[in-house]
């Protein structure tokens, strides 16, 4: 009887995000917060406190400043646009199975859940550089 109730609870645990899925009718949506990096030596934003290991093992910069952020759907074998803070232009695409490919200017990466994707502007100028973390949810 207990192996009964550990098997059902392992499927539920398993079909829970597709069901989470269905229930938003196939779509994922993205999300995008743009922010600055600097050599300036100081405390980054608290709002980028969960990306930043990922921004100091990809980026060179000592600190992090929240810019913004914005998030929009795409359904499966879809596209949308998707507009940040700072005149930042995404452009999604998701295949059948729900995969999400990000487009920013020239460089296309694919997202998925827990997977962050940075991407990195052009110089700012003074030491400082803008970017995005793009996330899928």
């Known amino acids: ?11 539920c645990l398993m ?7 269905a229930a938003r009718g196939g779509a994922t949506t993205v999300r ?8 300036e030596r ?12 990922v921004l100091r093992r990809n980026l060179r910069f000592e600190s992090f400043k929240y810019v913004g952020e914005s998030a929009a759907s795409v359904s499966a074998g879809g596209t949308a646009d998707l507009s940040v803070p700072g005149g930042v232009r995404i452009e999604l695409k998701a295949d ?4 999400v490919t990000v ?3 020239g460089t296309t990466v694919t997202v998925s859940r827990g997977r962050p994707a940075v991407f990195l502007g052009g ?6 550089a803008s970017g995005v973390i793009v996330l899928a949810d």
């Open 42 to 53: 100081g405390p980054s934003d608290p709002r980028l406190a969960p990306y930043e290991g």
């Open 15 to 21: 079909l829970a995000p597709l069901a989470a899925r």
């Open 96 to 99: 059948s199975a729900g995969s």
């Open 32 to 39: 995008a917060i743009a922010f600055v990096a600097s050599n």
């Open 123 to 128: 110089p700012a100028g003074n030491g400082h």
């Open 1 to 11: 009887m207990r192996a009964i109730h550990l098997t059902l609870a392992c499927v």
């Open 103 to 105: 487009r920013r200017g």
